[in-house]
Nanobody
Framework: QVQLVESGGKLVQAGGSLRLSCKPS??????????MGWFRQAPGKEREFVAAINWNGRTTSYADSVKGRFTLSRDDAKNTVYLQLTSLKSEDAGLYYCAARQYEITQTAGTWTIWGQGTQVTVSS
């Protein structure tokens, strides 16, 4: 069964930047047919939508809280998606999960079918 593997999470100062990466644990049948998304979960809070990109890269969606600061991109040749985080705030801290589903994006976690284990982002003030 295909899973997703996230990387790039670390401790960063407020105002800083980092890049998260996500790729399947093995080559799937067709990575290029997958919409890819990121969700995050802070302690004591529900998992929330962060950003997503559809299968052909033509549609992206961002949570209002990260618009203008986070950028999601995909490289189908490398079967990888990247989430660039800039101007980080303390409220951006949490466990960031990568997710995948067929073709189009939604902001509802329950509609995504493939998940990773998460990568921790910690923001120090």
């Amino acid at each position: 069964q295909v899973q997703l593997v996230e990387s790039g999470g670390k401790l960063v100062q407020a105002g800083g930047s980092l890049r998260l990466s996500c790729k399947p644990s093995r080559r799937p049948f067709a990575f290029s047919t997958l919409a890819m998304g990121w969700f995050r979960q802070a302690p004591g809070k529900e998992r929330e939508f962060v950003a997503a990109i559809n299968w052909n890269g033509r549609t992206t969606s961002y949570a209002d809280s990260v618009k203008g600061r986070f950028t999601l991109s995909r490289d189908d040749a490398k079967n990888t998606v990247y989430l660039q985080l800039t101007s980080l705030k303390s409220e951006d801290a949490g466990l960031y999960y990568c997710a995948a589903r067929q073709y189009e994006i939604t902001q509802t976690a329950g509609t995504w079918t493939i998940w990773g284990q998460g990568t921790q982002v910690t923001v120090s003030s």
